[in-house]
């Protein structure tokens, strides 16, 4: 290809033509694009980073096919299909349809016929069927539609043209299995397409090389690929809704609807506005307080998140461009980089835990190059404050999480080992060089690949006395599936995003709203009223699968709740807490309007027990009519304190017989006990030592019992349990037992199992986050351990007894009650 100014020139000029500039980042990337190189653009939201990427794929067209003298904007020509050039993978459907319309803006106004084609699990059967026959130059799709299309016999030929594959939000994929779905895809696309060039774009993430090396997995050659790093810098306003008085005894949840009063004004004033809540349930709750205190948001305001129809979601982001909505309270459905230009500000409820992720949100707002972004935090309780400072600091020194790639996802590798079978079959000596030379399968030894082999086409040691999982059939050396019933239900199953059974909500007219968890909705009965789409419903009946519901003026009892809305803080945040803590201890000045608000809150910290600076950690004793509590702050985050608190439990027994209840929040966690806790013998003892840890986490946590939950999603993922067919989902309970019953028989009779230690693995590993409670543990034996006994529960220690009552199954309304009596008894 011959690279001269005449080429970049062209996607100057249309730049130019639309009153844009090119940025340095984008001619640079341009470059390398053309220039034959892979690599990664990192840029923030808002940056021009899909034409850093979009348009170099077009002008490597033009370049090839001599039409860079076409006119700029021409007459509309006739279409002539040309065949697939280009893959964009969006982690997000939502983000879909906006990258396609960037993108086709880009294509006519080049002067180009392409078609562009969005290919998601939305896309009706009619839409696929017309792509495979004839298909789009530049498709927009995500990783499981990817697979899918890999799953179809003689794939090789749809791929044929194929010269890019471009991974957008990189950063939010190689956090989770979805990012080794992806690398197990290009090693296939990279052996049948010699032409291809891969490229990522990337928030910035702290462990940036090792998402190179992801994203690349042997193609990252010395010289053959560019990290192009964009140099604008995102200005970001926090500005944090304080409560009219600080609480001083604080607990989590209540604090944010309580502040209602103070974000309707800021709604009213913004030309449109965008709530972040950090659950689903919470989006429900906030959609109908807003609408209980400010009627008049009715019609102007709407939600946004992943269990509402395609049909509504759609809706809601149209009304967005278009301005006719003042205000959508959303998830992380809205994060990512969809280009709503009118967003004026963002409000977060509830501290984000994560400093990428509250820049993600706040980049929501000013989302042209160079625009201030505003965001208002509000806080569920005061505590949370802290971290309102703590996000601000982060994002100034440029502090922000590593994002851990999967490694060893066996269940994905059997998943992808299927598609294979299922589509053209494959030989399992090329295969394997490719699977090698991704970085999640770069460990895999001939012994892993011999297991697997086994695993497809016998069910391995332990299954090979049933017929059912012997998928594949080896004919002439390639490893085929035949059978159409084993392929079907394969192609259903496709994807590593696993939750509980969701089951559709629709009106009585068969009008579809969305899906909701089945575990919520066998707990309510018909004519029990929810809120679900922020809608009033009643609950009519159950019929396959499907919730019946109409409207109803009845007061709702329940709000739905969906598996894994917590997140945990991250270790990133904990550092800037921790520091955050000790800019308190020692009084410096100059500190953040959040740390002066909670000074009276800190000053009764410091009166009933100690503020620890960062070289002390505290330990707080205390005796209630509870019992005996030990609180321990090491502000690390739930996950480690979970692990941790067992941990400790574990190690007080051995000093004297003793049960204890544990509880936890981010920033400590509680012992409880009916009898006296030894605890200076203890610390004497180093129970807080970093020696053993493996096996006193093996022996204090019940893993085994951990393994087998965790093992649920590996079994799905890998193909041993089948959801069902669409319509009529296995319930959950039936999909639990399944699961568990290959755990067990794994466990006594195939203790070589990959996919059995992947779940120990994966609990060690993202459950109890035991790298970084190692970490935390050798930081405290650096530190001065302080033990302070308080005649009364303190300000840190009163959110995570709190916690612990919450966990009691109690209603919203019977634990403020108990809450208000326990703030009035300690204070």
């Known amino acids: 290809m011959i690279m001269d100014d005449q080429l970049l020139d062209r996607g100057v000029d249309w730049f130019r033509q639309k009153g844009w500039s090119p940025f340095p980042f984008q001619l640079t990337a341009w470059k390398a694009y053309l220039s034959g190189k892979h690599g990664l653009v990192n840029a923030p ?114 791929f044929r043209e194929l010269r890019a594959v471009i991974c957008d939000e990189w950063h939010e994929l190689i956090g989770s299995k979805r990012g080794v779905q992806m690398e197990l895809a290009l090693s296939r696309l990279k052996a049948i397409c010699p032409k291809l060039k891969v490229w990522g774009i990337s928030a910035t993430i702290g462990n940036m090389d090792e998402a190179v090396q992801a994203l690349l997995g042997s193609s990252r050659v010395s010289g053959r690929y560019e990290v192009i790093r964009s140099d604008i810098k995102k200005a970001i306003e926090v500005e944090s809704i304080l409560p009219d008085t600080v609480e001083k005894l604080p607990w989590a949840g209540h604090l944010g609807t309580n502040l209602i009063d103070k974000v309707i004004p800021i709604i009213k004033n913004s030309k449109s506005t965008l709530i972040f809540t ?40 149209e009304a967005l461009h278009s301005e006719h909505l003042k205000a959508v309270v959303c998830t992380s459905s809205l994060d990512l980089g969809v280009d709503f230009r009118p967003v004026e500000t963002i409000i977060q409820v509830g501290s984000p835990k994560g400093v990428a992720r509250f820049m993600q949100r706040a980049g929501r707002s000013g ?28 994002m100034a020194e440029g502090l922000v999480e590593d994002r851990i790639p999967y490694i060893r996802s066996f269940d994905v ?43 497809v086409t016998t069910g391995g040691s332990a299954l090979t006395a049933y017929d059912e999982f012997q998928r594949v059939e080896v004919h002439e050396g390639v490893f085929k599936v ?64 499907a919730v019946q519901v109409r409207n109803t003026k009845k007061r709702a009892k329940a709000v739905p709740s969906w598996q894994g809305g917590r997140m945990p803080l991250s270790s990133q945040m904990s550092v800037m807490l921790r520091r955050k803590l000790h800019e ?9 309007v ?51 608190g067992a941990l400790l439990a574990l190690r007080i027994s051995r000093i004297k017989p003793i049960t204890f209840s544990i509880a936890m929040n981010d920033y400590g966690f509680e012992l409880l006990s009916d009898q006296e806790i030894p605890i200076y013998e203890a610390v004497e003892t180093d129970v807080l030592s970093g020696e053993n840890l493996w096996e006193d986490i093996q022996a204090g ?52 199992n990959l996919l059995l230690n992947q779940a120990y693995e994966e609990v060690m590993d993202f459950q109890l986050e035991e790298a970084r409670m190692r970490k935390a543990l050798d930081r405290i034996n650096q530190q001065r351990i302080i033990i302070t006994e308080p005649e009364k529960p303190t300000p840190f220690a009163f959110p995570i007894m709190v916690d612990r009552l919450s966990r009691d199954k109690l209603s919203s309304e019977k634990l403020a009650d108990r809450v208000k009596r326990m703030q009035l008894q300690f204070e």
């Open 594 to 644: 959040e740390l002066q608000f909670l000074k009276p809150l800190m000053a009764l910290q410091g009166e009933r027990s100690v503020l620890p600076s960062k070289d002390e950690f505290l330990i707080e004793y205390f005796h209630t009519r509870e019992g005996f509590h030990v609180v321990m702050y090491p502000f690390e985050g739930r996950q480690v304190h979970e692990g941790m």
């Open 482 to 545: 035949t059978k159409k019933r084993i392929a079907m239900r394969h192609r259903l199953s496709i994807g590593t995003i696993v939750s509980d059974v969701s089951m559709q909500v629709k009106y009585l007219s068969g009008k579809y709203l969305g899906t909701i968890e089945e575990y919520f909705i066998s707990r309510l009965n018909p004519g029990d009223v929810f809120w679900f789409a922020g809608r009033n419903l009643e609950l009519v009946r159950i019929k396959d699968m």
């Open 413 to 455: 590798l059997v998943q992808y080992l299927i598609t294979l079978a299922v589509s053209d079959g494959f030989r399992p000596k090329e295969i394997f060089e490719e699977v090698r030379g991704t970085f999640a399968f770069s460990s895999i030894t001939q012994e892993d690949w011999q297991w697997l082999m086994s695993f």
């Open 278 to 317: 950090n659950t689903r349930s919470f989006a429900e709750i906030w959609y109908q307080k807003l609408l209980d205190r400010a009627p008049e948001l009715a019609g102007i305001m709407a939600m946004h998140h992943g269990s509402i129809s395609r049909e509504l979601r759609d809706w809601v982001e």
């Open 45 to 158: 939201t808002g940056s021009g980073k899909t034409y850093s990427l979009a348009i170099p794929v077009l002008l490597e067209y033009m370049n090839e096919n001599n039409l860079l003298d076409i006119p700029l904007e021409p007459e509309p020509t006739v279409y002539k299909g040309k065949g697939l050039r280009a893959i964009w993978i969006t982690p997000i459907r939502a983000l879909a349809r906006e990258i396609a319309g960037s993108t086709q803006k880009a294509i006519d106004g080049l002067g180009l016929t392409w078609k562009v084609g969005v290919r998601t699990g939305d896309t009706s059967s009619q839409e696929r069927a017309r792509m495979k026959k004839s298909p789009p130059e530049f498709l927009v799709t995500t990783p499981e539609s990817l697979h899918i299309m890999i799953a179809q016999k003689e794939y090789p030929k749809f």
């Open 701 to 752: 946590i019940n893993s085994v019992e951990m393994a087998r939950r965790r093992f649920r999603d590996i079994a799905s993922i890998s193909g041993l349990v089948f959801k069902g067919y669409p319509g009529h989902m296995m319930k959950d309970r039936h999909l639990q037992s399944s699961s568990q019953l290959f755990f067990d028989v794994f466990h006594d009779y195939d203790s070589n």
């Open 367 to 394: 989302h042209q190059p160079g625009a201030l972004s505003k965001i208002c935090f509000v806080p569920t309780h005061s505590l949370e404050l802290i971290e309102a400072s703590a996000l601000r600091q982060a």
């Open 584 to 592: 308190i201890a020692v009084d410096s000045s100059g500190q953040d």
